[in-house]
């Protein structure tokens, strides 16, 4: 901010309406870049996808959670690691169990018995969608997570609407 002359009454107006002029074109200039700058973030994250009335109670969040807990529950081969559910499809993240010792389990093996429970979700047009995680830690030691997400009606597969966007949420679950 520029300092206002201390002189005559119409000229510190000037100044400050001057300075109020240049303030306003920032201002736009801002909002402009806001604008372009979140609709590069849409484009490369995708855009949120709502829970409609249509979506079936097996898919919807509390179902999910519960059939999810009810097949990897505490103390298992494979856990539940993390879950994010705040829009269209929840995306779960499966684990090792840590506290167990011995081979590693199938994680791809656990979410196919999970997604293959007609008795849990039908036998209507179910889409599965996965990303896998492997990481190395400080002791050299490896772990692995599985990302996953389960849409009715062929949302997950090609020319489906979800798939960027769970991309994007996948990575914010499994980190890098």
Do not use: K, Y
Not at 41 to 69: C, H, K, M, N, Y
């Amino acid at each position: 901010m520029g300092s206002a002359p201390s002189g005559d009454p119409g000229e510190r107006i000037a100044a400050l309406e001057a300075e109020l002029a240049d303030l306003r074109r920032a201002h736009g200039e801002a909002v402009a870049q806001t604008t372009e700058m979140t609709a590069a973030l849409r484009s490369a994250e995708g855009a949120p996808v709502p829970w409609t009335p249509d979506i079936p109670v097996a898919f919807r969040a509390e179902a999910f959670e519960r059939a999810l807990q009810d097949a990897f529950p505490d103390g298992g081969p494979v856990v539940l690691d993390a879950l994010d559910c705040a829009e269209f499809p929840c995306v779960a993240v499966l684990a090792p169990n840590p506290d167990l010792e011995g081979d590693a389990p199938d994680l791809q093996a656990a979410l196919r018995s999970f997604a293959q429970d007609e008795g849990r979700w039908g036998q209507g047009d179910m889409g599965v969608w996965a990303a896998a995680s492997e990481s190395v830690e400080p002791d050299g030691s490896s772990s692995r997570r599985l990302a996953f997400a389960m849409a009715p009606g062929g949302r997950l597969g090609p020319g489906g609407d979800l798939g960027p966007r769970l991309d994007w949420r996948s990575e914010a679950l499994l980190g890098p």
